[in-house]
């Protein structure tokens, strides 16, 4: 397990946590495909069917409607997008800087939940992506089990 040193190559001050947040707020996904792993599903009037390529986007939202059924049937990816960005820029969210703990050596993450809704969204600061936007079953007990985890208050760092 690395050291924090290691995983948060500089020093987390307000001024990059206001930049992390303004980034994160685009809700920008990755450009590349993912296979739906999951089964077949119809949405928007389109069959999905298992083992297919998708956006990262839309396999996301897929998986929040049919997998976790944590969204609604009718959400949309634009409406995912408008929960992730209230949450990022929602003055209750919690804000985490973490390691993610899959990958080698583990790549610098900003975790963002809202206790109020139990939405919680990943950014990857490296690819300058969101990773995923989800609601933790455990809440913010889920970045608590990253590496090297560090909680920014934002009402102490008037953020």
Same mark, same amino acid.
């Given at each position: 397990?690395?050291?924090? =040193?290691?995983?948060?190559?500089?020093?987390?001050?307000?001024?990059?946590?206001?930049?992390? %947040?303004?980034? &994160?707020? $685009?809700?920008?996904? #990755? +450009?590349?495909? $993912?296979?739906?792993?999951?089964?077949? /599903?119809? !949405?928007?009037? *389109?069959? !999905?069917?298992? #083992?297919?390529? %998708?956006?990262?986007?839309?396999?996301?939202? $897929?998986?929040?409607?049919? *997998?976790?059924?944590?969204?609604?049937?009718? &959400? +949309?990816?634009?409406?995912?997008?408008?929960? &992730?960005?209230?949450?990022?820029? !929602?003055?209750? &969210?919690?804000?985490?800087? !973490?390691?993610?703990?899959?990958?080698?050596?583990?790549?610098?993450?900003?975790?963002?939940?809202?206790? @109020? +809704?139990?939405?919680? /969204?990943?950014?990857?600061? @490296?690819?300058? $992506? %969101?990773? +995923? /936007?989800?609601?933790? /079953?455990?809440?913010?007990?889920?970045?608590?089990?990253?590496? =090297?985890?560090?909680? %920014?208050?934002?009402?102490?760092?008037?953020?």
């Amino acid at each position: 397990m690395g050291k924090r =040193e290691d995983i948060l190559e500089y020093s987390i001050t307000p001024d990059t946590v206001h930049k992390v %947040i303004k980034k &994160a707020s $685009l809700v920008k996904w #990755g +450009t590349h495909l $993912l296979r739906w792993r999951y089964f077949n /599903v119809t !949405y928007d009037g *389109v069959l !999905y069917r298992r #083992g297919i390529l %998708i956006p990262t986007g839309l396999w996301h939202l $897929l998986k929040r409607i049919f *997998v976790d059924q944590d969204w609604r049937e009718d &959400a +949309t990816l634009e409406s995912l997008n408008e929960d &992730a960005r209230n949450t990022i820029e !929602y003055l209750g &969210a919690y804000i985490y800087a !973490y390691g993610y703990h899959r990958t080698d050596p583990p790549r610098l993450q900003w975790g963002f939940w809202n206790p @109020e +809704t139990g939405i919680a /969204v990943i950014y990857d600061m @490296e690819a300058d $992506l %969101i990773a +995923t /936007v989800f609601k933790p /079953v455990e809440g913010a007990n889920f970045f608590e089990y990253q590496l =090297e985890v560090v909680r %920014i208050d934002r009402k102490e760092w008037k953020i």
